[in-house]
C-alpha cells in the first residue's frame, strides 16, 4: 500500500521509492529515462530518499489530513505532501509488543 493511505498513529517500514521529486516523479518510465541520459537532470537518490525516507526505514504517521501528512522517522518530523506519499510502497510494522 502507498503511505499516503495510513492512519494517524500507525507505524509502516518503507518498502520501495518511486519518487524524485527533481522531475516530478516520471523517472521510472523509459522515455523519461531518456531525457536524463540526454542531460536533463540525473539524480542517484530521490528527493524522498533525500528528505531520509529511503527502503527499510521505519515510519511513525504523526498526521494525515488528506493533503498534508506528517511523520515521525528517526525521531525527526518530516512533513510531505499527498502526491509525494502516494509514490511511496510501505508495509505495516507491529510494535515490540506485537499488535499492529
Do not use: F, P, W, Y
Not at 54 to 80: Q, T
Amino acid at each position: 500500500m502507498t503511505l499516503g493511505l495510513v492512519s494517524c498513529g500507525e507505524r509502516c517500514e518503507i518498502v520501495e521509492v518511486r519518487h524524485c521529486g527533481g522531475c516530478g516523479g516520471n523517472c521510472h518510465d523509459d522515455k523519461h529515462k531518456l531525457g536524463h541520459a540526454r542531460g536533463g537532470k540525473q539524480h542517484s537518490t530521490t528527493r524522498a530518499e533525500e528528505m531520509g525516507l529511503r527502503a527499510g526505514k521505519r515510519v511513525e504517521m504523526l498526521k494525515n489530513d488528506g493533503n498534508l501528512l506528517l511523520l515521525l522517522v528517526d525521531d525527526a518530523r518530516i512533513a510531505i505532501d499527498r502526491r509525494m506519499a502516494m509514490k511511496i510502497m510501505v508495509r505495516r510494522t507491529t510494535d515490540e509488543s506485537g499488535t499492529a
